[in-house]
């Protein structure tokens, strides 16, 4: 089970940490991936990392945002600087196997989803 937390409403220029709990959910290797749904839109990746520490980041968010994990806490966070509106969005954390392939953005790919938590900038 994937349970996301940190979302909520904050002004363009804020920042935002989500976090994401994989609780029950232990791999010697995964894929672990941040994405969103905008309002009226497809979802699409942001960012993601690997149980070799690898990270991913969709081309037109990687000066804003970043991925992190911490082993200890099966947590993987997303780290939003420098917000814009267009940012607004349902953020979920998914999970596949084994580590990060070419495949790494396709939603399709992931098996396990959290419920995911809205992110609303104004």
């Known amino acids: 089970q994937l349970v996301e937390s940190g979302g909520g409403s904050v002004q363009a220029g804020g920042s935002l940490r989500l976090s994401c709990a994989a609780r029950g959910y232990t791999y010697d290797t995964y894929c672990m991936g941040w994405f969103r749904r905008p309002p009226g839109k497809e979802r699409e990746g942001i960012a993601v990392i690997d149980s070799d520490g690898d990270t991913a980041y969709a081309e037109s968010l990687k000066d804003r945002f970043t991925i992190s994990q911490d082993n200890s806490s099966n947590t993987v966070d997303l780290q939003m600087d420098d917000l814009k509106p267009e940012d607004t969005a349902m953020y979920y954390c998914?999970?596949?196997?084994?580590?990060?392939?070419?495949?790494?953005?396709?939603?399709?790919?992931?098996?396990?989803w959290g419920q995911g938590t809205q992110v609303t900038v104004s």
């Open positions: 998914a999970a596949a196997r084994p580590t990060c392939g070419d495949w790494r953005f396709n939603p399709a790919v992931y098996y396990v």
